[in-house]
């Protein structure tokens, strides 16, 4: 533990007090790396809005360019048609009744999940076991649709769900350290132009307050937020 401590105190040196371009950023993140294992890298937005204001809620999904680095299991509640699209498109689990019961019974093997319209009142009876592992079918998210197929390719190829907290945090995967820097902060930048697309109208004043990225094990790297395109681009 305390040799942990020694590299932790070290990579925090070695930030500094920045903030540094996206490309610098990330080019950090990946240097003050030590874990013996392939960490995520995320993005922290800092953001201007009070989450318990119904106008300044902030959720939906982004497509990363490069993949989140993540293998995702895909779960997908259909019949007919629909569960041989599924199949044919790669789900790892396809069912109705029997896989509501598998899930009942404690048998959670997937990271996400995907519903046609039709199964969702069937769905619905898995609330209180998926929604709080933020694994229930949402519309909003595109989860509950008819094009099953489209769906599994998106979660599978690298969309990733972003949520603000009721701190106004929204924590996003942005990758793993052996992608390239350029991977990364090409990811980065999907991600940041999504956050300001989706910003609520309601928000007031500053709305991007600050911006991290970080690895599994590592310290925050402060990321300049006041960049806003060329993300692939090193700092003059």
């Known amino acids: 533990m305390a040799k942990k401590s020694k590299n932790y105190r070290a990579a925090v040196e070695k930030v500094?007090?920045?903030?540094?371009a996206p490309?610098?950023?990330?080019?950090?993140?990946?240097?003050?790396?030590?874990?013996?294992?392939?960490?995520?890298?995320?993005?922290?937005?800092r953001l201007g809005i009070d989450t318990r204001q119904a106008d300044q809620q902030l959720r939906g999904t982004v497509s990363l360019p490069n993949g989140s680095g993540k293998t995702v299991r895909v779960a997908v509640?259909?019949?007919?048609?629909a569960a041989r699209a599924a199949e044919e498109a790669g789900a790892d689990i396809v069912g109705s009744d029997d896989l509501i019961a598998d899930i009942q019974a404690?048998?959670?093997?997937?990271?996400?999940?995907?519903?046609t319209p039709d199964q969702m009142a069937k769905v619905g009876r898995l609330g209180k076991i998926l929604g709080t592992r933020g694994l229930m079918p949402n519309p909003k998210l595109g989860t509950v649709t008819n094009d099953v197929a489209k769906?599994?390719?998106?979660?599978?190829?690298?969309?990733?769900?972003?949520?603000?907290?009721?701190?106004?945090?929204?924590?996003?995967?942005?990758g793993k350290v052996s992608?390239?820097?350029?991977?990364?902060?090409?990811?980065?930048?999907?991600?940041?132009?999504?956050?300001?697309?989706?910003?609520?109208?309601?928000?007031?004043?500053?709305?991007?307050?600050?911006?991290?990225?970080?690895?599994?094990m590592g310290p925050g790297v402060p990321v300049d937020s006041s960049v806003t395109r060329n993300y692939t681009v090193a700092a003059e």
């Open 23 to 45: 490309l610098e950023a990330v080019k950090l993140v990946q240097e003050i790396s030590t874990a013996k294992f392939d960490e995520t890298v995320e993005a922290h937005f």
């Open 16 to 20: 500094g007090s920045g903030p540094y």
């Open 106 to 115: 404690g048998n959670i093997n997937f990271d996400a999940t995907v519903a």
């Open 77 to 81: 509640f259909a019949e007919g048609d």
């Open 151 to 174: 769906a599994i390719k998106e979660l599978k190829g690298g969309r990733v769900e972003y949520r603000a907290d009721r701190y106004g945090i929204a924590h996003v995967i942005i």
């Open 179 to 216: 992608f390239t820097p350029e991977q990364l902060a090409e990811n980065y930048g999907a991600v940041f132009d999504e956050i300001i697309r989706m910003k609520p109208a309601a928000a007031k004043g500053k709305y991007v307050k600050s911006v991290t990225v970080t690895s599994t």
